[in-house]
């Protein structure tokens, strides 16, 4: 296929976009499919890196490259995600096994629930992400067709350092668990193995998954943009504003909005499993990191950076999916905003703009992941009050251990 220049895309893609809202049809049919498979093999290329990443851990599935796309590849990748998988569980069980005679009864409940999260949370990606098999080309083909629709252009740099940052984030986890670990475990290579396995590797897997959503989200918020600029330009013609130019950009953001949608529910469990460990560890650590003041003789560095290492990455975590929802978010209240500043025009018009409104004020469920809650800003509050409640509850189960325990000893002594 003919490669097109940067330049020539640029006004291929803009002279489409005119055409598409003056509602006329583009005269040259295979100039339109070219530039929309340019598109999409633009930003294929460029998600190509992350891709084989998330292959080799079981967030995409091997049909994402469609030179892999055969049974015998299928069968592969299925048998290194089952061994790779029954690996981590032989070493969790050694870790909780070896390591529950050396915690007390509230940090062994801790750990090993910590551990069942992850180990559940690892198949509900891959399960999830193998599903979509036989529709994960169309994921970039549907992209192509928008942008071609839109006159959005790929911007590769762009979408290049925001991968590489993500990596970069993760790259710094690693390194950081890696001596932390080590010192941790009592500094021999066989235990840290255990821990590197049981709470490093799961999350890193976990987090490549979550970096291929943030990249997605964040290509959602620049189309979103782009869309919300196409729609400034058009008001500001006033009353010659065209009908069909409105009714081409509505049509552009309802299918934007059913993308997003799509990739929320598609998440959806993974993020609810997200929150779930992350709150439960954030709160633990943060009642950990309590008894260990009341008892700082107890307490070594190793420790206090191998918890507050992982305190960070939850925090992170949980609240990089509220930033990259909330960026959507706040351009769909955007192009609301500009609709609304709308008077003085013909009724055809304002009926169409009406219809918009409405269009943006219906789509509330795009950004609810499990049906169960929205992921915007306004969650934290909620966290926020589960987070007292959850210390609440573990300072009263300590205290009630504690008086047991001490009640036990009297009647032994007796």
């Not at 999830?128 to 994960?136: A, C, E, H, N, Y």
């Not at 782009?226 to 729609?231: D, E, F, I, N, P």
């Not at 049509?251 to 799509?262: A, E, G, I, M, T």
Request: positive net charge; contains cysteine; proline residues 2%.
């Amino acid at each position: 296929m003919l490669k097109l220049k940067r330049k020539e895309r640029r006004i291929a893609a803009w002279t489409q976009l005119q055409l598409g809202l003056a509602g006329k049809h583009p005269s040259n049919w295979n100039l339109t499919q070219q530039l929309h498979k340019s598109n999409a093999e633009q930003l294929h290329q460029e998600l190509r890196f992350l891709l084989i990443i998330c292959v080799i851990f079981g967030s995409a599935p091997i049909s994402v490259f469609p030179r892999c796309s055969s049974r015998f590849h299928e069968v592969m990748q299925y048998c290194w995600l089952f061994l790779l998988y029954i690996w981590l569980c032989f070493l969790a069980y050694l870790e909780l096994n070896d390591s529950s005679g050396d915690l007390n009864n509230l940090e062994r409940n801790f750990y090993i629930f910590e551990s069942i999260t992850y180990l559940m949370h690892i198949p509900c990606v891959v399960i999830v992400s193998l599903s979509w098999k036989r529709r994960i080309g169309q994921v970039f083909d549907t992209i192509g067709k928008f942008d071609l629709a839109s006159g959005y252009i790929v911007k590769r740099k762009k979408i290049r350092r925001f991968v590489h940052f993500q990596l970069f984030l993760l790259f710094i986890f690693v390194s950081c668990a890696i001596p932390i670990v080590f010192f941790n475990s009592a500094e021999t290579i066989w235990k840290s193995t255990c821990s590197w396995h049981t709470y490093v590797v799961p999350n890193t897997m976990t987090g490549f998954s979550f970096v291929l959503y943030y990249t997605l989200m964040e290509g959602i918020c620049c189309r979103m943009k782009r869309l919300v600029k196409a729609l400034h330009a058009e008001l500001q013609r006033g009353i010659s504003m065209r009908r069909g130019a409105l009714q081409e950009l509505r049509w552009q953001h309802r299918n934007l909005l059913h993308f997003y949608k799509v990739l929320n529910q598609t998440y959806g469990l993974s993020i609810l499993l997200l929150y779930s460990s992350s709150l439960i560890n954030f709160n633990t650590n943060l009642f950990l990191f309590y008894k260990a003041i009341e008892n700082s003789s107890n307490a070594r560095w190793n420790w206090w950076c191998y918890n507050n290492l992982f305190l960070i990455m939850h925090t992170s975590k949980m609240f990089y999916i509220l930033y990259f929802n909330n960026n959507v978010q706040r351009e769909q209240t955007n192009c609301l905003t500009l609709l609304s500043t709308v008077h003085g025009i013909n009724g055809d018009l304002m009926e169409t703009i009406d219809h918009f409104v409405l269009q943006l004020q219906d789509n509330v469920r795009a950004h609810v992941a499990c049906d169960l809650f929205e992921l915007d800003y306004k969650l934290i509050p909620a966290l926020l009050m589960i987070t007292t409640s959850l210390f609440i509850f573990l300072l009263q189960y300590d205290v009630t251990f504690q008086a047991l325990a001490h009640a036990n000893e009297e009647s032994l002594k007796i």
